[in-house]
């Protein structure tokens, strides 16, 4: 499997990463489906393993995905994979709770913890804000880089990420959030802007 430097990580990761949204198995968030049927944890787990014997290092998961069900999963996996051979990644953002914001300091704190626990590590390598909904104004987003950097100085997460659907809408957040890797849908119909790819981007690939 070739490898890659990620993004301003300076890590070495393999060149496609694992994606675990279907490790959470079927849900709803939100009144909306965000997640995907007929897939045992059996079955996450057997590709977890395949995954890592081709040299896949890199997984990616959320907190959002099975409700932490997914991160569940891969934190089951450390008594034969060793965590230290992982380069893991989860997000943060897409559940509000009880708040009227995706980005609620508070919130995001008891999901950070929630996470660690999931995954059953004191530190997660990238952690990204999972989109760029900051509120109709922007008005959010400074609590949320606030955060998301006090999690970096705390030590529990080594690089932060910012993720969106749209390239363009990465592109309006990137030098504020100062990330040190973006991930916008890839598909090879879309066109992603050189300013994005000198992140050097971990990609979310979608199959359709």
Known sequence: MKKIILGRTNQEVSIISLGAWSHGKQNTNGGSNVGWANQTDQDSKNALLKS????????????????????????SMWDEISRKEIFLA???????????????????????????????????????????NFGKNDEHLDEAIEQISRFKDEGKTRFI????????????????????????????????????RRYAISYAVFCL
């Open 52 to 75: 890592f014997s081709l040299g896949l290092n890199h997984w990616d998961t959320a907190d959002v995905y099975g409700e932490g069900h997914s991160e569940k999963i891969i934190g």
């Open 90 to 132: 989860t997000k943060v953002g897409w559940d509000k709770g009880p708040n009227k914001n995706w980005y609620d300091p508070d919130y995001m704190s008891s999901k950070m913890h929630q996470s660690l626990k999931n995954l059953k590590t004191e530190c997660i390598d990238l952690l990204y804000l999972h989109h760029c």
């Open 161 to 196: 990420g910012l993720s969106d659907w749209s390239a363009k809408r990465i592109m309006k957040f990137i030098n504020h959030v100062n990330p040190d890797v973006v991930q916008p849908l890839y598909l090879s119909l879309i066109h992603i802007s050189e300013p994005t």
